[in-house]
Each structure stands twice: as C-alpha cells, then as structure tokens.
T-cell receptor, first 114, second 114 residues
Framework: AQSVTQLDSQVPVFEEAPVELRCNYSSSVSVYLFWYVQYPNQGLQLLLKYLSGSTLVKGINGFEAEFNKSQTSFHLRKPSVHISDTAEYFCAVSRRSNDYKLSFGAGTTVTVRA | DSGVTQTPKHLITATGQRVTLRCSPR?????VYWYQQSLDQGLQFLIQ???????AKGNILERFSAQQFPDLHSELNLSSLELGDSALYFC?????????????FGQGTRLTVV
C-alpha cells in the first residue's frame, strides 16, 4: 500500500514571498506523484504530476515540484505567492497501474497575507 | 469548471436513511471515481468504474454501493446512514482510468447526517 505524509498542516506566508510545501511518501512499488489544490468551496484541481523523467516538474500557476527518490519526497514550491494562492494543497500518490486509486495526504492549508 | 457535474450540492438527512448522489462525468470520459472527504479521515478513495464496470475498490463501507450506467453517469448510494457518514463526497472522471492521466473533480456533494 502507499501512504503520504504532508509535514505541515498550516503554512502562513506573506504575499510575494516564496513557499514550500513538504510531502513524503511511502510505497513498496513504483508510483506516480501528484499535487492537487482545493480552493474554498470547490473541487480539487491538478497542479502538477510526476510520472517519469526529469525530477523537476513544472505545473500551473507558477508551481513546481521536485521528486527525490532517495528521500521519497515530492516537495511543492512557488517562488512568489499571490493572495489567490490561498487554498488547501494535497499531495497524492498512485501506484503505476490501470487504476487510479489515489492516496492523499492530510493536506496543507496555505494562507497568503498582504 | 471541470466539466464534472455532481448533484445535489447539499443534502441533509436523518440517521438510518438512504440517499443517492449523482455524478455526470466530462464528455468522453469513460472512468468515474468516488472519494469521501471528512475532517477525521481526510480524502479517501471509495471506488472506480470504467465503462460500466468496477475497476478498483478502496475504503468503501458495505452500506455504500455505486454503479455506472450505460450513459456513463454514476450514482453512489449510501444507506443506513450514520452521523459519521457526514462528509463531502467527490466524483472525478478521466478518459482512460489510467493512473498517468489527469482526473477532473466535481465540486462535491456535502452530506450532513443529523
């Protein structure tokens, strides 16, 4: 089975400052890795995903994440946040298969202040 | 707008009752997934269907059942409801159901059991 640990439950950050959200995963098989964002009162939206190849993955809205196999981590970063980035962020993992059984972390709430 | 439609948006019902949540996937998507989001359990995968057939099963209680119809819409049936079933239920869809493709989430149905 796969599991995900998001190391920070809440991250307050000032506008235009950088932010990093930490995610570690555990799995006995090869996995795909994802970051989703949930804005207030909305569904989840895919920010980016790691399938294979380059360990630095770029996503939407200026986010990027780096896959580190040795540390089993997939941390999400943005160099300069906006008020509109206030949301909950979920790291997720799925085994490489024909099903889409995502295992999510507990989520990190990012609050951007002016 | 993800293109995934869930109805109703809100549902309030009493313990012991039965409810049906409905999901219309994006046009052309053959696979549908159901997730439960609650404060204590976080985001949990329930079940996946592909072109009418069950493909993967997660932490779905025996009191819960789902199906995908020939027109590809899906319904999640929750019976003998308990207070602990109160949660946000998400439906997602994807074209192939494979883990390397993006799943698009609906805005969810918020179920409150009183």
């Amino acid at each position: 089975a796969q599991s995900v640990t998001q190391l920070d439950s809440q991250v307050p950050v000032f506008e235009e400052a950088p932010v990093e959200l930490r995610c570690n995963y555990s799995s006995s098989v090869s996995v795909y890795l994802f970051w989703y964002v949930q804005y207030p009162n909305q569904g989840l939206q895919l920010l980016l995903k790691y399938l294979s190849g380059s360990t630095l993955v770029k996503g939407i809205n200026g986010f990027e994440a780096e896959f580190n196999k040795s540390q089993t981590s997939f941390h999400l970063r943005k160099p300069s946040v906006h008020i509109s980035d206030t949301a909950e962020y979920f790291c997720a993992v799925s085994r490489r298969s024909n099903d889409y059984k995502l295992s999510f972390g507990a989520g990190t709430t990012v609050t951007v202040r002016a | 707008d993800s293109g995934v439609t869930q109805t109703p948006k809100h549902l309030i019902t009493a313990t012991g009752q039965r409810v049906t949540l409905r999901c219309s996937p994006r046009s052309g998507d053959l696979s549908v997934y159901w997730y439960q989001q609650s404060l204590d359990q976080g985001l949990q995968f329930l079940i996946q269907y592909y072109n009418g057939e069950e493909r993967a099963k997660g932490n779905i209680l025996e009191r819960f059942s789902a199906q995908q119809f020939p027109d590809l819409h899906s319904e999640l049936n929750l019976s003998s409801l308990e207070l602990g079933d109160s949660a946000l239920y998400f439906c997602a869809s994807s074209p192939s159901g494979r883990a390397d493709t993006e799943a698009f989430f609906g805005q969810g149905t918020r179920l409150t059991v009183v």
